[in-house]
């Protein structure tokens, strides 16, 4: 932010660092275990009483020192030219923080460089004594640098108490300090063994050969054991949340852990091996395979060390970009374009949008990403997305997305930004809003028939989710219970209604489409009730198109005879309209205007499995989807999944709010879910939808519904769960009480808060009052009488009686057409007709009952 930016592109993402830095540590650490590596072999020289031996060290010291003083001084100028060019803030901060342990670095540095020419020039030339003195001095001078650095390094990843202190012991002696120094000093002396393994292998002698290389194999094998214990103490002194994050959460750290644990027995073993007798031009060719493996090796452990602290680049105070954490806020506020300093376009226009886009991008991107490079590519990154789904990556920074920092700019570095990576990476220009699907409307449908005065039975049906979304992606993976349930109660009229429950064969069948589904309802053992599950019900009708509202001809029938008591029409919702591709990528599937394209569906469990580390992608490409309930627990689908992790609802909303929750009201919800009013389902199509109301006013925001779903979890003892909520930011429950937690599909949003004693409405909100459990869910809860279900009456959530279906403005109201000749709940108008042969005067079902309908049609 305030000093001028090195623009890079290919070299772009750390990857001068990266390249430098590794090959400088890799020769610093063997500069430090070499040296001992130098005096010990010489001491076994002069105790073996060994010219041969002594000749090697001698021949092993010039290498040395060409490697350490040449290549590592080198490569060390290096590292402090492009930090100081990539991130000038943080090594600012390093230098006046630390500016006399560097000193005193420096001082150590200068006293190995003047130690080790002494070394190599004196052989022969003085006494023994004198010559391992200055070996001894020249390795105590390399460690204690080691130890003033090691101090600085470990300082940026757990800055401990500095934060608070700003005393310079606090951040030397920082909580990785010791551990990490025993690590460092045991891969130092395993790399004095796999430097030895090159000169070793080089002795022509070949009795001398076996000999040094058995001896660099001790150096190699011998520290091992305790480097692998002080990984483990520096792994359990890491702040859990930070141990967490590098272990179990990043995805960025998987490949580079995987590759530390793969690597470190093919070491081991190689050593073994190398101890063996072997031709000397495999020793050659292992020697040198083996140097290979150690900067891997060492690589491995340096990337997870430096993407532990993302996202900063010292932890929780200078993120990766440079912005220190107490800037953030003014910054985001301010916007880049107009508080950084080194900016040429302080406002956006129609003509400088790609500019001003590069210049934040250079602020804020430049430092973690490269254009075209190899190092965290921004490009095939940005390839997938829209501006829509950009802002969205955007919003979740640094809150789902935890390995990079808050977005810092506003609104308006966020549209410059956009134009740049979208029209000038990719030369996309901005799309058109897609136009309103026209619906394929049908034909009104006819009621059954049904005569009031000679009709003997009433047959009710309706499905428990007047809203249900299928995944629509089952060979690729099992996201949502792939069934909506069809209900069914038969009600022989009379004075004193009946309710059927014997003798009658309950049946379904598609009503125009034969091609849906046919089948049996069975009667639940605990009441009065026949259900089916409809797992082939499809929103895909014979003829082509999508239809989510399909209608099922209910019949009753005689169990003895055969014949038809009584009939009727319902609908069963089941609509495939889920907006995964509004980030994921790819279009819709099926008549431009529903299902989960497959491209859509393989970048999910790309997703997944970057960021949860499995393997789903394989699975389904062998055949082998997985469903989600599997692990993550769904009580709709009677699934327990695994205890450990969160249930499915929690996961999903609890994860992709932080994406979205700067969309206003309910357009949230229609983003994923298929009620958008402009969709090709609009789902939400009952009378509280023409009263004007939304999701919003039972779910909350998607941070309300997200935090509800989560703190349930959080009391499970959920982790996750905890840190989701922290970066969540909830509107909180009407007169500010706290949201109360709740399990999905258990504890629901219940009507009897706003209709109390089921009178008419007393607010608009029921957020925050949940049913009890499933038995006072809307669709299991019955009347007064404990035998009517309610659902029987006034039709599934979401859309209940009267409703207006946009594919037929009464398809969802054929049930009461049929009965009462009105599209209004079941004996609504006071038409207790509909099963009592006599006038009614007593509310038997429920309070109010007897009142007029409100809401006219």
């Known amino acids: 932010m305030n000093y001028p930016v090195w623009q890079l592109d290919f070299a772009g993402g750390g990857l001068l660092i990266a390249a430098i830095a590794v090959f400088h540590v890799y020769i610093s650490h063997f500069a430090i275990g070499g040296g001992l590596f130098l005096v010990l072999t010489e001491m076994k020289a002069y105790r073996e009483e060994s010219p041969a031996i002594l000749d090697y060290v001698r021949r092993h010291a010039r290498f040395f020192m060409l490697v350490t003083l040449v290549l590592g001084g080198m490569t060390g100028v290096g590292i402090w030219f492009t930090i100081a060019l990539l991130t000038p803030a943080a090594t600012s901060l390093l230098i006046h923080n630390f500016v006399f342990g560097w000193a005193i670095e420096w001082l150590f540095f200068a006293g190995e460089i003047v130690a080790l020419f002494v070394y190599c020039n004196t052989f022969g030339r003085i006494s023994r004594r004198d010559h391992l003195r200055v070996g001894w001095l020249y390795f105590v001078f390399a460690w204690l640098s080691l130890f003033v650095i090691n101090g600085i390094i470990g300082f940026m990843l757990t800055p401990g108490d500095w934060l608070t202190t700003r005393n310079f012991w606090d951040g030397f002696f920082n909580p990785t300090f010791w551990p990490a120094l025993a690590l460092r000093t045991c891969l130092a002396l395993m790399l004095a063994g796999l430097y030895g393994f090159v000169t070793a292998s080089t002795l022509k002698d070949a009795e001398l050969r076996e000999k040094m290389i058995r001896h660099c194999a001790i150096w190699l094998l011998a520290p091992f054991y305790f480097f692998l214990a002080s990984a483990f103490w520096y792994q359990q002194v890491l702040p859990r949340p930070l141990s967490a994050f590098i272990f179990q959460r990043a995805p960025e750290m998987a490949p580079y852990i995987k590759t530390f644990l793969a690597v470190s027995p093919l070491l081991f073993g190689g050593g073994l091996l190398l101890a063996i007798r072997l031709p000397g031009k495999v020793q050659k060719s292992m020697a040198a395979a083996m140097l290979i493996l150690g900067i891997i090796y060492m690589g491995s452990f340096e990337f997870i060390r430096e993407g532990g602290r993302k996202p900063y680049l010292i932890h929780n105070h200078t993120y990766a970009n440079g912005i220190a954490t107490d800037d953030m806020a003014r910054i985001r506020e301010e916007g880049v374009l107009r508080s950084a300093r080194w900016i040429e376009h302080r406002t956006l226009t129609a003509d400088n949008r790609l500019t001003a886009g590069r210049e934040v991008y250079n602020t804020l991107c430049l430092s973690c990403h490269a254009i075209n490079g190899p190092m965290k590519d921004i490009v095939p990154r940005t390839a997938k997305l829209t501006p829509f789904s950009l802002n969205a990556k955007l919003q979740g920074m640094g809150r789902a997305d935890t390995y990079m920092p808050p977005f810092a700019g506003d609104s308006q570095d966020r549209e410059a930004l956009s134009a740049f990576l979208l029209e000038g990476l990719h030369g996309k220009t901005a799309a058109p809003k897609p136009a309103t699907p026209k619906l394929a409307t049908t034909a009104a449908t006819a009621p059954l028939a049904f005569d009031v005065a000679k009709s003997e039975y009433v047959l009710l ?43 009658i064969t309950m049946t379904f069948r598609g009503t125009a489409d034969k091609s849906l589904p046919a089948g049996v309802l069975t009667r639940h053992r605990q009441d009065i009730l026949y259900s089916a599950v409809l797992p082939g019900l499809s929103p ?108 499915l609802s929690a996961a999903i909303h609890g994860f992709h709010a932080p994406f979205m929750d700067d969309m206003d009201g309910a357009s949230a919800c229609h983003l994923c879910h298929a009620t958008d009013p402009e969709g090709a389902s609009r789902a939400f199509r009952g009378i509280h939808h023409q009263a004007g109301l939304d999701c919003t006013n039972c779910h909350g925001t998607i941070a309300d519904h997200a935090v509800s779903l989560l703190l349930a979890e959080e009391e499970a003892g959920k982790g996750e769960a905890a840190r989701l909520i922290k970066v969540l930011t909830p509107a909180n429950a009407p007169n500010g009480e706290a949201i109360r937690p709740r399990q999905p599909w258990l504890n629901e949003p219940d009507c009897l808060t706003c209709h109390v004693d089921f009178g008419p409405p007393e607010n608009d909100s029921a957020f925050n009052q949940w049913t009890k459990n499933g038995e006072e869910l809307f669709r299991n809860r019955t009347d007064n009488s404990g035998m009517i279900r309610c659902a029987a009456c006034h039709n599934g959530p979401h859309a209940v009686y009267p409703t207006d279906n946009p594919y037929e403005a009464d398809r969802d109201n054929l049930p009461p057409l049929q009965y009462q000749n009105t599209p209004y709940p079941l004996g609504a108008d006071k038409n207790c007709r509909v099963c009592h042969t006599v006038a009614m005067d007593s509310e038997m079902h429920h309070p109010n009952s007897l009142r007029m309908m409100r809401n006219r049609r």
């Open 461 to 503: 049906a309706w499905a428990d989710y007047g809203l249900h979304e299928i995944g629509d992606a089952e060979h690729l993976f099992g996201l949502l219970p792939s069934a909506n349930r069809l209900n069914a109660q038969l009600i022989r009229r009379g004075e004193l209604p009946e309710l059927i429950g014997k003798g």
């Open 540 to 647: 895909y009708p014979a003829a082509g198109g999508y239809q989510p509202y399909p209608i099922l001809t209910v019949e009753a029938r005689d169990a003895q005879s055969g014949a038809v008591l009584a009939a009727v029409q319902t609908v069963v919702p089941v609509a495939s309209e889920l907006g995964c591709k509004n980030c994921h990528g790819g279009d819709w599937r099926v008549d431009g205007r529903a299902g989960l394209a497959d491209a859509t569906g393989r970048d999910i469990l790309t997703a997944h499995d970057r960021l949860s580390r499995t393997d789903l992608l394989a699975q389904a490409a062998a055949g082998k989807p997985v469903r989600c309930s599997l692990c993550h627990a769904d009580p709709r689908d009677d699934a327990p999944g695994d205890p450990t992790r969160l249930n």
